[in-house]
């Protein structure tokens, strides 16, 4: 994906924002507030329509157009096919920053509105929906929820974790057209009798009970059957009434969720229907439209027509009814900008309609009307100028509100403790596992990076959850280093074998914060007769001064790579005598760029191979350093990571030296 940057057509000063949140609107120097508005355009094929110019568009808010002042065009530009495992190919790598990418990923969340779906119905989408999410690039970030709330998978790269959970889904829906007494009274009716509607009740009561002859009230309502009808439509009226409020109350909660999430964000969703009386339709559906609005979440709907239609009698009234509801479905999907997808057939291919029409937005900048309170709702209307073209937009669109400051301790409590994500200081941070003092612990060591034009002193918080959600914490005060260099953190936590979460957050001198959320796999690997610690670096310049646990990349002015294995003998296998540790450092090129063979040296509990290379004759690159192990010549596995040299342009490593470090 790629950011063409906002071009203001007047000099504009950004708005407050509140870090790790999305900005909020630009305003103008001279007091004109911008409204954003995004809006999907594809030809007649629902592909993205490039190249559009704030000329080719017009906006109405509250039925006035507006000028657009702003465009930015948000594309993904370079998909890459996922691979047969839905996991990257490439080598792992242990080091995790919070700078933005270059490329962002988008968002995509998959709702499963199982409320909606009965249960024998759905798989066939289900299974193309698992399709679909292998199909899109691993850049992309997937979560999944079911509109019940019994299952959700926050977003994630696992794709094999997603297809697990589709493929585990089962519809919910019980149809309360089914209670008893068995009269038949639609759902669309009975949401309108159950809202108050008495016209329609005296219908459903004649065509029920009277073979749609007019008849007189008393004979209408003094009838057994007509009882039966009032008593059975309020029921159902109720049942659905209650199923819809919980299938609304699931998209409030999924769009609010993705709100602070940057990038292109869609909310994918597989439903069978959507039940609201027609007069409450704008009261019920507003929320949905506002929240997708105000969090620029996209829609798209997916609903599949039955296979097999049975026109008899009561299938037909059946039928009809269920198609009101995927009515009503299509009417909330228009009011909030999304697309409706009616699935005839195969649905693969309407899943990959979707992944082409969310590839792309347009983020407008709306001149709003004078003196708008800040959060006022506005009816808009948007289109192209250009023949052959659709826009999607929401019915709604939002001034900016007033920008709330959240307290620096707040954020770095949120950032450690729910792991909520902040940019504003740029935070690099490394890990390594290796055991600890007893056989049974697992040492998790990490370094936290932040280059040194951060001012400082910097207020560093940590966190390390489990697998149950127990959290320990951390803090501490990191004075800037004396000679200029970055700043550095490094720490051991002593932890049983297992899962966690670590979190770093930082805060500056100048109260921005920046934090970071990343997964720790706390587990010693295991190689032949060997249980190893990860492959652990450190790397030093002219002075010799060593920087223990280095990050990924290394800069210009290191001379040297020094690298560390660490040999357990595994439980109940005999101790070999015959060991040695190859030590590769392979680049792009066949050929190893270096290699040497190390005999370990022995300790109590462990052994430890270590190797010493050049820097200097290596070109700026990555590489993956490769210690394989052998026993009486034999290999008998292999242990590696990877780094990356700088070249002289790079600026996000300079020497420095440890300027704290401790067991927290």
């Known amino acids: 994906m790629r950011r063409i940057p906002i071009v203001l057509l007047a000099a504009v000063a950004a708005a407050p924002t509140v870090l790790g949140q999305t900005p909020q609107a630009p305003v103008f120097r001279g007091g004109v507030t911008l409204v954003r508005v995004d809006v999907s355009a594809v030809d007649r094929d629902g592909k993205p329509v490039p190249g559009?110019?704030?000329?080719?568009?017009?906006?109405?808010?509250?039925?006035?157009?507006?000028?657009?002042?702003?465009?930015?065009?948000?594309?993904?530009?370079?998909?890459?096919?996922a691979s047969g495992t839905g996991m990257p190919t490439s080598q792992p790598v242990r080091e995790t920053s919070n700078a933005a990418p270059p490329?962002?990923?988008?968002?995509?969340?998959?709702?499963l509105d199982d409320l909606s779906i009965a249960p024998a119905r759905g798989k066939g989408m289900f299974f193309a929906a698992t399709r679909f999410v292998d199909r899109l690039p691993?850049?992309?970030?997937?979560?999944?929820?079911?509109?019940?709330?019994?299952?959700?998978?926050n977003p994630t790269h696992n794709r094999p974790a997603l297809d697990a959970a589709l493929r585990h889904t089962a519809g919910e829906f019980i149809d309360p057209r089914t209670v008893s007494p068995p009269v038949r009274v639609g759902i669309s009716d009975a949401l309108e009798i159950v809202s108050g509607v008495d016209t329609v009740l005296e219908q459903v009561i004649r065509d029920d009970c009277f073979g749609g002859q007019a008849v007189s009230q008393s004979e209408r309502f003094g009838s057994p059957c007509a009882e039966n009808v009032s008593r059975k439509a309020r029921a159902v009226g109720a049942i659905a009434r209650q199923i819809a409020g919980r299938q609304i109350a699931a998209y409030l909660n999924v769009i609010n969720a993705m709100k602070d999430a940057p990038g292109l964000k869609e909310l994918v969703v597989i439903s069978d229907g959507l039940g609201v009386a027609s007069h409450e339709q704008m009261t019920a559906f507003q929320p949905i439209a506002r929240a997708a609005a105000a969090a620029g979440v996209r829609l798209s709907v997916l609903s599949?027509?039955?296979?097999?239609?049975?026109?008899?009698?009561?299938?037909?009234?059946?039928?009809?009814?269920?198609?009101?509801?995927?009515?009503?479905?299509?009417?909330?999907?228009?009011?909030?900008?999304?697309?409706?997808?009616?699935?005839?057939?195969?649905?693969?291919?309407?899943?990959?309609?979707?992944?082409?029409?969310?590839?792309?937005?347009?983020h407008l900048g709306v001149e709003a009307p004078a003196d708008s309170a800040p959060g006022r709702d506005f009816v808009l209307v948007a289109h192209v100028k250009r023949s052959g073209v659709t826009v999607h937009a929401n019915r709604v669109a939002l001034a900016?509100?007033?920008?709330?400051?959240?307290?620096?301790?707040?954020?770095?409590?949120?950032?450690?403790?729910?792991?909520?994500?902040?940019?504003?200081v740029p935070v690099s941070v490394a890990t390594v596992v290796r055991r600890g003092d007893t056989a049974t612990a697992v040492d998790v060591g990490a370094n936290l990076e932040v280059p040194a034009s951060v001012p400082g002193p910097l207020t560093v918080m940590f966190g390390l959850?489990?697998?149950?959600?127990?959290?320990?914490?951390?803090?501490?005060?990191?004075?800037?280093?004396?000679?200029?260099?970055?700043?550095?953190?490094?720490?051991?936590?002593?932890?049983?074998?297992?899962?966690?979460?670590?979190?770093?957050?930082v805060a500056d001198t100048s109260g921005h914060v920046g934090s970071i959320d990343a997964p720790v796999t706390a587990q010693l690997g295991h190689v032949?007769?060997?249980?190893?610690?990860?492959?652990?670096?450190?790397?030093?310049?002219?002075?010799?001064k060593p920087q223990f646990l280095a990050l990924e990349e290394v800069p210009p002015s290191a001379t040297s790579l020094r690298t560390y294995l660490e040999l357990y003998a595994a439980p109940d296998a005999p101790k070999p005598t015959d060991v040695r540790v190859r030590w590769t450092v392979i680049g792009s090129t066949v050929q190893p760029a270096a290699e040497q063979s190390v005999v370990p040296v022995q300790t109590t509990d462990r052994s430890t191979a270590a190797g010493q290379f050049?820097?200097?004759?290596?070109?700026?690159?990555?590489?993956?350093?490769?210690?394989?192990?052998?026993?009486?010549?034999?290999a008998v596995g292999t242990v590696s990571t990877t780094f990356r040299k700088a070249d002289k342009g790079s600026l996000m490593f300079t020497q420095g030296r440890v300027v704290a470090a401790a067991h927290w």
Do not use: C
């Open 304 to 362: 599949q027509d039955p296979d097999m239609i049975d026109l008899s009698s009561p299938a037909a009234a059946y039928y009809a009814d269920n198609r009101n509801l995927v009515f009503d479905l299509m009417t909330m999907t228009d009011l909030a900008g999304g697309t409706f997808y009616r699935v005839m057939g195969q649905p693969d291919r309407f899943f990959d309609a979707v992944a082409v029409a969310t590839s792309a937005v347009y």
């Open 52 to 81: 559009l110019t704030a000329d080719d568009f017009e906006v109405k808010l509250d039925g006035h157009v507006q000028p657009v002042r702003a465009v930015a065009y948000e594309e993904l530009t370079h998909p890459t096919p």
């Open 465 to 505: 959850v489990d697998a149950a959600g127990q959290l320990r914490t951390g803090r501490r005060t990191v004075e800037a280093s004396a000679d200029g260099g970055n700043y550095r953190v490094s720490l051991s936590l002593p932890v049983v074998p297992g899962t966690y979460r670590l979190r770093f957050a």
């Open 528 to 544: 032949g007769p060997f249980l190893t610690s990860d492959v652990m670096t450190s790397w030093s310049g002219p002075d010799g």
């Open 614 to 634: 050049a820097l200097d004759t290596l070109a700026p690159g990555t590489y993956e350093i490769r210690a394989t192990v052998l026993v009486a010549g034999r």
């Open 138 to 153: 691993l850049s992309d970030v997937v979560g999944f929820t079911l509109s019940s709330g019994t299952a959700t998978l």
């Open 103 to 111: 490329v962002e990923p988008r968002l995509f969340v998959l709702m």
């Open 400 to 424: 900016p509100a007033a920008p709330v400051v959240v307290p620096v301790e707040d954020q770095l409590k949120a950032a450690v403790t729910q792991g909520l994500p902040n940019y504003g």
